[in-house]
Every structure is written in structure tokens, then in C-alpha cells.
């Protein structure tokens, strides 16, 4: 089994910054990527940044400029630093992992979310 935990979010400020954290824990042989995606209220999913185990990063056109992926793969922790916040970036924010639990066995993985409200 493998979890997901993700921290960081709740009611923040237009032009403000913060930070999630995503750690991954249990039976992981080997971390490929991991992911931050961000869905609202009768929308679909949202791929917001990736991040793989070469260090080759993707961003959404919206964000660019403004949120940072990165890694610590000695913690299997994945961040999301969010600078320069806009209303529109309010969505519960996914973690998302894709993990080899022995040499065989794949699997992705999500975290249960953490909502990310930005108004004043």
C-alpha cells in the first residue's frame, strides 16, 4: 500500500504565496513522477505541474511564471511553492504519484486533496 499526504492550503490572500507539501509513504520501491493537479466544482482534473524522476518539469500555461515543482526524493516529498495568487487558482489541489512498489508492480496514485481558497 502506498499513501499519499498532502499539506498546506486553506484561505489565502490574491497576490499571496504558500506552499503545498505532498509526501509519500508505504511499500515504494522506486518513485517515477509526481504530480499536482487541481479540480473545481463540476470540472475535470487539472495537470497544474509534473515533475520526473530526471528532474524534467511540465507547468500549465496558467501557472507558468508563477508556481514552482520540486522534489526531495530522499523524503519522497513533492512541493508546490504558489507565488502571485489569483481568485481563479481556488480548486482542491491533488497529489499524484506514479510508484513502483517492487520491480514489477506499478501503480498511480492519488492524495485526497487540500483546498486552496484565494480571496480577500
Known amino acids: 500500500q502506498v499513501q499519499l499526504v498532502e499539506s498546506g492550503g486553506g484561505l489565502l490572500q490574491p497576490g499571496g504565496s504558500s506552499e503545498l507539501s505532498c509526501a509519500a509513504s508505504g511499500n515504494i520501491f522506486r518513485i517515477i513522477g509526481m504530480a499536482w493537479y487541481r479540480q473545481t466544482p463540476g470540472k475535470e482534473r487539472d495537470l497544474v505541474a509534473s515533475?520526473?524522476?530526471?528532474?524534467?518539469?511540465n507547468y500549465a500555461d496558467s501557472v507558468k511564471g508563477r508556481f514552482t515543482i520540486s522534489r526531495n526524493n530522499a523524503l519522497n516529498t513533492v512541493y508546490l511553492q504558489m507565488n502571485s495568487l489569483k481568485p481563479e487558482d481556488t480548486a482542491v489541489y491533488y497529489c499524484n504519484a506514479h510508484i513502483y512498489t517492487s520491480i514489477r508492480d506499478f501503480g498511480e496514485y492519488w492524495g485526497e486533496g487540500t483546498q486552496v481558497t484565494v480571496s480577500s
Open positions: 515533475i520526473n524522476a530526471g528532474g524534467g518539469i
